[in-house]
C-alpha cells in the first residue's frame, strides 16, 4: 500500500548518499490475490517498480490462501489488467473468492525469481508446522524465514522451536500485541498488563524494552511497528534488561491458548489457516 512513498525515499536516500543498496535489506509480500504464478510475476514487477529496485532482498508469501483475481467491475482478470484494478478482497455474495492454487505452485513461481535475479531470498508467513513441513518436503530454495505472530499472549514457542531446529528463520509480528479491534481478543492490550508494567517498574525501564527482550532471546528477528519517531528509536534502541528466572517465568506465565490477535482468515475471509 505504500510501497510508492517508500520507493521515493530509498532513492532519495540513496541519491544522497546517506545509504548505498547494498546496505539496505528489503522485504515485501505477495498478497492473497497473486498466487496464482502469472500473477506473482506481475506483482513483483509492480512492487519492484513502485519501490525504484531492481531487486527485492526477501519477498515472502504473505498468507497460505488463495484469492480469486477478478477486476474492480467484476469481471474474471487477465494478466494485461492494470494491478491497480484488481480487487484486493474479491467477494461473491458477501463470500471470499478463492481460488484452487496449491502452495507449491507458488512456491516454484517464488524460487523462479531468485534463480531469476528478482529476489535474493523467499520466505513465507502465517504458515504453520503442517504447511511449514510440506514446504520443507518439496522446496528447491528453502524458506528464508517465516513471520509469524508472536507476543507474550500468544508466544507461538511450538512453532519457533520448529522453525529453529529447521533452521528457518523466525520473524516475529505483532510482538508488542498490536492494535487489533476485531477477533476474540479485540481491544485487549499488553501495554496495560499488570505483570508486564511491574517487572519493566522492578527493573527501571519500559515495557517495550521488556518486551523486546524477551523477543530477542527466541527468533532471529523482531519488527514492532510505530507511527511515531521517538517510539520507532526506542525500539530500535531498546534497553536490553537482565531478567531473573522469576520474571521470565512470569512472562511465560502470560501466554493464553487463546491469546492469537490476528485470525484474519477465520473472521474475515471464511477460511481458518490456523485450525
Ligand atoms: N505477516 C503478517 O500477516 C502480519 C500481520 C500483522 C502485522 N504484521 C507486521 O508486523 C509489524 C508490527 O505489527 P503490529 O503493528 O500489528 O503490532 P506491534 O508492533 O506489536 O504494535 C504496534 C502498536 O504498538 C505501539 N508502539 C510501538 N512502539 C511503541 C513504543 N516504543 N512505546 C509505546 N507504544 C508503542 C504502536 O503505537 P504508536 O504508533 O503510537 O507508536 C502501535 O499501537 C508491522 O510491520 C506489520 O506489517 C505482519
Redesign the pocket.
Same mark, same amino acid.
Given at each position: 500500500m505504500n510501497e510508492k512513498d517508500v520507493g521515493i525515499a530509498i532513492r532519495k536516500a540513496i541519491n544522497d548518499g546517506l545509504v548505498t543498496r547494498e546496505q539496505l535489506f528489503i522485504t515485501t509480500k505477495l498478497w492473497n490475490t497473486y498466487h496464482n504464478p502469472a500473477f506473482a510475476e506481475i506483482q513483483l514487477k509492480a512492487s519492484l517498480k513502485n519501490l525504484q529496485l531492481e531487486y527485492i532482498d526477501l519477498f515472502v508469501i504473505?498468507?497460505p490462501i488463495s484469492f480469486d483475481q477478478i477486476t474492480e467491475t467484476g469481471q474474471k482478470a487477465n494478466v494485461e489488467d492494470d494491478l491497480s484494478e484488481i480487487q484486493l478482497y474479491p467477494r461473491k455474495e458477501g463470500k471470499i473468492m478463492k481460488q484452487n492454487i496449491s502452495l507449491e505452485a507458488t512456491w516454484r513461481v517464488m524460487e523462479s525469481f531468485v534463480e531469476r535475479g528478482f529476489a535474493k531470498n523467499i520466505g513465507v508467513?502465517?504458515y504453520t508446522i503442517a504447511l511449514m513441513n510440506d514446504l520443507l518436503s518439496y522446496c528447491k530454495i528453502k524458506p528464508f524465514c517465516n513471520?509469524i505472530e508472536s507476543?507474550l499472549y500468544f508466544q507461538n514457542t511450538v512453532l519457533i522451536d520448529f522453525c529453529n531446529e529447521h533452521e528457518v528463520r523466525v520473524v516475529a509480528?505483532?510482538? +508488542? =500485541? =498490536?492494535?487489533y479491534d476485531y477477533g476474540r481478543n479485540a481491544g485487549r492490550s499488553l +501495554?496495560q498488563d499488570e505483570v508486564l508494567t511491574k517487572i519493566a517498574l522492578k527493573h527501571n525501564c519500559s515495557v517495550?524494552d521488556i518486551m523486546m527482550t524477551f523477543h530477542r532471546s527466541r527468533v532471529w528477528m523482531v519488527?514492532?511497528?510505530?507511527?511515531?519517531y521517538k517510539?520507532l528509536k526506542?525500539?530500535i534502541e531498546f534497553k536490553c534488561i537482565q531478567m531473573d528466572q522469576q520474571d521470565l517465568k512470569q512472562l511465560m506465565e502470560l501466554n493464553k491458548a487463546d491469546g492469537r490477535f490476528?485470525d484474519a482468515g477465520r473472521v474475515f475471509w471464511e477460511t481458518p489457516v490456523f485450525d
Open positions: 504473505h498468507w508467513s502465517n513471520q507476543h509480528y505483532s510482538p +508488542f =500485541g =498490536g492494535k +501495554f517495550t519488527i514492532p511497528k510505530s507511527s511515531q517510539n526506542n525500539n490476528n
